[in-house]
């Protein structure tokens, strides 16, 4: 697996992690829609909650949720509706986006933003 690859990899148990610690479920992770996917589902008490995360190694190149541009967000988008309807969900829902910025045998930096408008 790619280097990129394994710290992807890495910000997700990180990010799955840190929300299983403030009390959020995990319902599913990567879940697939064709090319495009959803990086954690979870519940928060009633809430269906889709996490996007977004994993650097520093912040050279920037802030790690400006990763999430408008292509990413409509794809996004277009998951989270397909999961919607093939789940048949009706609870309510949001979008968060969690950064980690570090590697793995470090403290990472965890950054969460709930409710992301992804329009």
Known sequence: MAAHNEL????EEVAASFLRERGYEIVERDWKSGHRDIDIIATDGTELVFVEVKTRRN???GEPEEA???RKRRSLQAAVNHY???RKVS???RIDI???VGLPGTEPQI???RDVAIY
């Open 8 to 11: 992807g990899k890495w910000g």
């Open 59 to 61: 912040r050279l190149f």
């Open 68 to 70: 999430v541009d408008y």
């Open 84 to 86: 919607i309807s093939y």
């Open 91 to 93: 609870a309510p829902v």
């Open 98 to 100: 969690i950064t980690v």
């Open 111 to 113: 950054h969460h933003l």
